[in-house]
């Protein structure tokens, strides 16, 4: 977070500074037609004031001109790339032998800015990246260079990975203890015949609660490997439609006890490329919080064209203010905090949803407001693959 923040303060005075200055660059790029090439960009950069700005920055500070040719380094660029002399005049493959770099450049050709484009150096000490930029266009909107800022996030990347082994860790070493507890628990439920008895009463809690906490741990499983990419997507052509009836299935009981009508609205011969096991784990975490927090009916649609495909999970129930839409998907994140504690879950099903649709090149978003029920999209590009259509 500290990284992307001062990434983003460092851009949006960047950007400041090229809106401020742009009249004076146009003026002193005409004036200034005695320099040449390299010569007239560095006396440019002096001129507008900037290199003393750049030079105090902890972050690495790129410009390059119109002729992809590096027009401006700082100090911390230099010692980030481990340059020993300036790069001025160089393009950033002479300079740094860096293709990421190299394609930012690239998409600034077409693009106003770039932001947070991470990337890992390619030495031994494993060093990572996070890259924002903003082109320079001329008066008539032609492209005069970009200015490019680097932050070095290796740091937050080891202690992000650090977290992800640590809870990987707990959670496995939790699932032993918590077998062996369930298992007794469940031999003394059999041994008390009187259900009606304080003894089965109190066994029944513990039995709940252990329950509970394995869904949990399995949770918290899951979404550690989706965050640190160690789960490989297994594609294969997945029917939508059998896949929510087999959801709905294995939800039935839960629904009826609620009283929820269960509505399949999407096409039977709706196909499309993906991990049927994933898949089955996103919707089945939509569906269940449909009928937990829903109203009267769930219903599971979807949409397709050239582009994309849309699968959209709807329920008539209380809505979700507008201030918790942009939360919703975030670990452990509740809206109602008494409600969510009352009616049970882990706080992590929506964030592995979330997770899920980015493994397969989606976004997922939700539409809501309260008393108005939520609708749950899930959005993703459409492969090419025969007899998908909805």
């Not at 320099?35 to 390059?64: A, Q, Y």
């Not at 010692?79 to 002399?85: D, I």
């Not at 964030?351 to 899920?356: D, F, G, L, Q, T």
């Not at 008393?371 to 999209?377: D, I, K, P, T, V």
Request: proline share 2%.
């Amino acid at each position: 977070m500290t990284a992307w923040f001062l990434s983003l303060i460092s851009l949006i005075c960047l950007i400041a500074v090229h809106a401020y200055w742009r009249k004076k660059y146009i003026l002193l790029l005409t004036k200034n037609t005695e320099f040449k090439g390299h010569e007239k960009h560095s006396r440019l950069v002096k001129d507008l004031g900037m290199t003393d700005i750049f030079d105090n920055m902890p972050e690495g500070i790129l410009v390059t001109n119109s002729k992809r040719k590096i027009d401006f380094a700082n100090p911390a660029f230099c010692k980030m790339f481990g340059l020993s002399e300036n790069p001025s005049g160089k393009t950033v493959m002479e300079a740094i032998r860096i293709h990421q770099a190299n394609e930012l450049i690239d998409q600034l050709e077409t693009k106003s800015t770039v932001t947070n484009e991470e990337f890992m150096l390619p030495n031994l000490d494993q060093r990572f990246l996070q890259s924002n930029g903003v082109a320079i266009r001329g008066k008539n909107g032609k492209n005069r260079g970009a200015i490019l800022v680097f932050h070095d996030i290796t740091r937050i990347k080891m202690l992000e990975n650090h977290r992800q082994e640590f809870v990987a860790n707990v959670s496995h070493e939790l699932r032993t203890p918590l077998s062996i507890i369930k298992g007794y628990v469940e031999t003394l439920i059999d041994a008390e015949t009187n259900a009606e008895s304080n003894t089965h009463k109190f066994l029944k809690k513990i039995e709940n609660h252990s329950d509970r906490l394995t869904f949990l741990i399995e949770d918290i499983l899951t979404l550690s490997q989706l965050e640190s990419g160690g789960i490989a997507l297994e594609q294969n052509h997945v029917n939508i439609y059998e896949l929510t009836e087999s959801i709905f299935d294995s939800l039935k009981g839960m629904a009826e006890k609620k009283g929820i009508h269960l509505k399949n609205q999407v096409a039977r011969e709706f196909v499309m490329m993906a991990d049927n096991r994933r898949m089955f784990q996103a919707l089945n975490n939509l569906i269940e919080n449909g009928i937990k927090y829903g109203g009267k009916c769930v219903c599971v649609s979807s949409e397709i064209n050239e582009e994309k495909i849309v699968i959209c999970v709807q329920d008539d129930g209380p809505g979700i203010p507008v201030e918790s839409c942009e939360r919703i998907f975030e670990r452990f994140y509740r809206v109602d905090k008494a409600r969510s504690r009352e009616i049970g879950g882990t706080g992590l099903g929506l964030s592995i949803v979330k997770h899920v649709t980015q493994l397969h090149n989606g976004t997922a978003r939700v539409e809501s407001s309260p008393g108005n029920g939520a609708c749950f999209y899930l959005t993703f590009p459409n492969v090419k693959i025969e007899n998908n259509r909805v």
